[in-house]
């Protein structure tokens, strides 16, 4: 099946070429991914792509960055199921929370711009760990040479709104800090708007246990009640054991797990790929030699019949347990 690459596809590659640096290369990675068109005839462009990035992802972490400012281009390594970056402006509670649900120690103060750089900690959530990264608030200075590209790298950003503040008075100036760094996190994707990124996101109002601003809350509401929301209290510990939930469901993943044949299939370690994964794109995740060798696999789960033989091409469900035969 032939790719039929846009015109913007071919001038990006043009750019990755020329790239000296680690963030030039991401740059242009990141760009042919999001204008590339998804159909079967991409897939193994679009792996060959991600493999790329990845690498270059490396090599930033190995060597950052030097802005022209003089300030560092942070990355901050993915681990666990997925990466989730807490957005907000300064004194919401962003540290709080993270010091709250996780074992990191970011430093906390009611004073402004407390965080300097990215601090990451481990969350767990049933039988996943997932990486919650701390940031300075999108309006800290010296931060533009670093700051969009390690919210870019996040699977899903995490907007804390403080309840005692007026809520669309932040949400503005918090995608207008988006849009600088070419992403939003409202409406669909744009197809016709390649360089700008949509990202994943929940909505978090912190500080429910402080007396609430009566400014633009109903409104919030109102205007942005198609994203995922949660109230919660970082400092009191109200709502954060529904928190791992909303983070969960608001990436959009599910969870699969993988047996050897006569075996039974290891219930802690679960693979956590996107809704509409296939066997293959699972086996793709384990070992790359499953890919090419894979015949067929059998799943138990999906309300069909234990064990039922499937091709490559299945969609797997949320809890499937799926047996590969190369």
């Not at 510990?237 to 047996?259: E, F």
């Not at 509409?276 to 999906?302: M, P, R």
Request: some cysteine; proline content about 6%.
């Amino acid at each position: 099946m032939p790719a039929n690459l846009t015109p913007e596809y071919f001038q990006a590659e043009k750019r990755y070429r020329r790239a000296s640096t680690p963030q030039e290369k991401i740059e242009a990675l990141e760009e042919m991914l999001s204008v590339m068109p998804k159909h079967k005839g991409t897939d193994r462009l679009r792996a060959e792509l991600r493999t790329k990035l990845a690498k270059s992802y490396d090599e930033l972490e190995k060597k950052p960055y030097v802005a022209k400012k003089g300030s560092l281009l942070y990355h901050v390594k993915k681990e666990g199921a997925a990466q989730v970056v807490l957005v907000g402006l300064p004194n919401v509670g962003k540290s709080h929370l993270v010091s709250a649900v996780t074992e990191a120690c970011p430093e906390v103060a009611d004073y402004p711009f407390t965080t300097q750089m990215p601090v990451p900690g481990m969350m767990k959530f049933e039988n996943t760990q997932m990486q919650l990264v701390d940031v300075p608030a999108v309006t800290a200075p010296q931060v533009d040479s670093w700051l969009g590209n390690v919210m870019r790298n996040a699977d899903l950003l995490l907007i804390i709104i403080d309840l005692t503040e007026d809520p669309l008075a932040q949400m503005e100036t918090i995608l207008e800090r988006l849009k600088k760094f070419r992403m939003t996190i409202v409406g669909p994707p744009d197809e016709a708007d390649f360089r700008t990124i949509h990202k994943r996101c929940l909505i978090v109002f912190n500080k429910s246990d402080l007396e609430p601003s009566d400014k633009g809350y109903s409104s919030f509401r109102t205007r942005y009640g198609g994203l995922p929301m949660i109230r919660v209290s970082a400092k009191e510990g109200d709502g954060l054991d529904q928190l791992g939930q909303a983070i969960y469901d608001a990436l959009d993943v599910i969870r699969v797990y993988t047996k050897a044949p006569g075996q039974k299939a290891d219930l802690d370690e679960p693979c956590v790929v996107r809704k509409g994964s296939t066997v293959e794109e699972v086996a793709a995740t384990i070992h790359k030699d499953f890919v090419s060798k894979l015949k067929y696999a059998q799943v138990w789960g999906s309300g069909k019949f234990d064990g039922q033989k499937v091709k490559r091409q299945h969609v797997l469900q949320e809890g499937d347990i799926i047996e590969l035969h190369a």
